[in-house]
């Protein structure tokens, strides 16, 4: 039977696990609790590939319990409830350790019914989930049990497990291979972290490879062949999408136009232009803002444009806007003062509209009175001393000038105007 490299030669004991060296490395905690033999509730979070289920193998064959396994993605109640039956039987007199992957396609009453044998111990859950589990795992079952971050391997860590794999590979099949200089690093870095992409790249290298002089050959033409698009990690209704909003967003406000154009390359090469566009036209508002108001009329034109032109066209535009954002002078003024402004509302402190400011709908309905408003075009200036905020905030301040140009000049003609210069 067929049985991928990546599954058929998974690593049987933490050594062999490369990567994770802030929780298996030789004082890591998830390395502890697994030599302890007292397996705690957990649940593994990170990317693809990173070897969650590789170690919660190995930390379940360290148990004297049976090993259950269940994928979220095509699991049920049913399927529950057949290992429930299981506890308290000569199948499981000590319960079980229950393997569940991608935690966060079970709703909230598919994660319920495994809490009161969580409760009792007659299941140790570990779960595992590419998702961020403060979001996608029910409160109950997370105060339950411990969470281990799994990061994105390096380039060395993912040639490391290749080496180790290749090694396996020739022993089994008495086999040589020779690899080109570069094939190894190539792979590394373009398979995104995801050791087990790494390994089915050389898997497809090895079952297409051409017999050579020195055996059979993995050429770096091949591995380029193979390996098209594969360093992109991308999910657009996951947590990486929004890391990535989130990274080119900080990349302009920081004014850094390296970064937020890698940033804004990620996003080009999955063909999302709609998340991209609506992070660079809310930059022009939230951190360029008065500094440049003019910034939000260029990157509108320049959103506009790209959409319009579609990739791969739309690239151009796009690289102008942000680096248009990231060097623009900063101001987060408005942002400030707006969301102060809401604050106060939520709060409940608003109050009639004063007087002078309300429409004269009502008069002439028998509720006559004068109105008192000031027509400040009326003043020098086209300015007048009057009370524009309800009495519950006339002493209420939202906006602070910033200390860029183009706000600092509007300061100094309201302070001339107003006579507080």
């Given at each position: ?53 590789t170690v919660a193998r190995i930390i379940a064959q360290r148990t004297n319990r049976p090993l259950r396994r269940l994928n979220a993605t095509t699991a ?63 409160n109950a079952i997370l105060s339950r049990s411990t969470v281990f971050e799994f990061k994105q391997l390096t380039p060395p860590d993912v040639k490391k ?160 806007a942000v680096i248009f954002l990231a060097t623009c002078p900063k101001s987060n003024t408005g942002c400030m003062a707006i969301d102060a402004a809401i ?79």
């Amino acid at each position: 039977m067929y049985r991928p490299l990546a599954d058929e030669f998974r690593p049987q004991t933490l050594d062999d696990v490369f990567g994770q060296e802030h929780i298996l490395g030789r004082d890591g905690m998830l390395r502890r609790i697994a030599e302890s033999g007292h397996i705690p509730c957990m649940i593994f979070y990170g990317p693809s590939g990173t070897g969650k289920t590789t170690v919660a193998r190995i930390i379940a064959q360290r148990t004297n319990r049976p090993l259950r396994r269940l994928n979220a993605t095509t699991a049920g109640l049913a399927d529950i409830k057949a290992i429930i039956e299981e506890l308290d039987t000569l199948l499981a007199p000590e319960g079980v350790l229950l393997y569940l992957d991608e935690i966060q396609y079970f709703n909230k009453k598919q994660q319920q019914s495994l809490l009161e044998f969580i409760e009792n111990g007659k299941i140790t859950l570990i779960a595992s989930t590419t998702e961020n589990p403060y979001f996608c795992v029910f409160n109950a079952i997370l105060s339950r049990s411990t969470v281990f971050e799994f990061k994105q391997l390096t380039p060395p860590d993912v040639k490391k497990a290749m080496e180790r794999v290749l090694g396996l590979l020739q022993a089994r099949d008495g086999a040589h291979i020779a690899v080109e200089d570069g094939v190894l690093d190539y792979i590394a870095s373009a398979c995104g972290g995801d050791a087990r992409k790494s390994l089915n790249t050389l898997e497809l290298l090895y079952t297409t490879a051409r017999p050579g002089k020195a055996g059979l050959a993995f050429t770096l033409a091949d591995a380029r062949a193979v390996t098209q698009r594969s360093a992109m990690r991308y999910d657009r209704d996951g947590d990486e999408h929004y890391d990535i909003l989130s990274a080119l967003m900080k990349s302009m406000r920081g004014s850094d136009p390296d970064a937020a154009l890698h940033y804004l390359a990620r996003f080009l090469e999955t063909g999302d232009l709609l998340g991209a566009c609506r992070r660079i036209l809310c930059s022009a508002s939230e951190d360029i803002g008065l500094a440049y108001p003019m910034a939000v009329p260029i990157v509108k034109a320049c959103v506009d444009s790209a959409l319009q032109l579609g990739l791969p066209e739309a690239r151009l535009p796009l690289a102008e806007a942000v680096i248009f954002l990231a060097t623009c002078p900063k101001s987060n003024t408005g942002c400030m003062a707006i969301d102060a402004a809401i604050a106060d509302v939520k709060a409940g402190k608003s109050g009639p509209i004063p007087r002078q400011l309300q429409n004269v709908h009502a008069d002439g309905t028998g509720f006559e009175r004068e109105q008192g408003y000031l027509y400040p075009h009326n003043f020098p200036g086209r300015w007048v001393a009057q009370q524009y905020l309800p009495d519950a905030l006339r002493d209420a301040h939202y906006y602070e000038y910033g200390d860029n140009k183009t706000e600092q000049a509007a300061k100094k003609y309201w302070e001339l105007i107003k006579g507080e210069g």
